[in-house]
């Protein structure tokens, strides 16, 4: 069942390790079929270096399995409440690269210092509050997504596809597990250079709205410029 998408899922996965954001098994990508209401993730704690598209893991959005021989990855919930929240997601990249997951350990949003950030996030990279002892006790994967959602309240999750969940450590999404992935890489670039200019500079203001406004909407707004039109040269 759903082979492309499979295969899209174990390919995103490895590329999720090769990007350096993964150590050991500590990451997983996944993707959904929308219409089918299907979605395909890794299986948990397999060595990215054995698996293959056919070990991916088909679950409905409540996690149940409903096709695969392996246990679905423990985010399973986590990233079934963000499909199930976010309709324009088509894939969610976890892992615990090391800067974004300083700031979520550190309990502090990713500020806006620079163009490099403006250029991808509309603003700070969100932080969730730490989960409650019950909503840790049981229901906690699934509990994570939902502080998730409940983050993104009155915020646009497409243009700010990336969060922080206290204490643990970054998701990222995207329209393709693919954009989830790239998603992912761009966060930890950009925490590793918010990171070091709190340390040069731990009084900085953030970038000027107007400037942030500015390299966001020329990329991904209605009128962007960014990048060459259809049937332009490259």
Known sequence: ?????????HKANLDLTRSGLVFMTFGNVSGIDRRKGIVAIKPS???????KADDIVLVDLEGQVVEGWLNPSSDTLT?????????DV??????????????AQARR?????????????HGPIPLTRLLAETEAAEGYEKNTGKIIVERFAGLDPMSLPAVLVAGHGPFAWGR????????????????????GTIALSPRLATLDRHILDKHYLRKHGPDATYGQKKGDEA
Do not use: N, R, W
Not at 45 to 51: L, R, S
Not at 90 to 103: D, K, N, R, Y
Not at 115 to 121: E, I, K, L, S
């Open 79 to 87: 990233h079934c409440e963000i499909y199930k929240a976010f309709p």
């Open 176 to 195: 393709t597990p693919a954009d989830a992935v790239e998603t992912a890489v761009i966060l930890e670039q950009v925490a590793t250079m918010a990171f």
């Open 45 to 51: 704690g397999v060595d990215y270096d054995t698996i």
């Open 1 to 9: 069942m759903l082979p492309d998408l499979k295969e899209a899922v």
């Open 90 to 103: 088509g894939g969610v990249a976890h892992a615990h690269s090391v800067h974004a997951t300083i700031f």
């Open 109 to 121: 949003e990713i500020p806006c210092y620079g163009t490099t950030h403006a250029d991808h996030f």
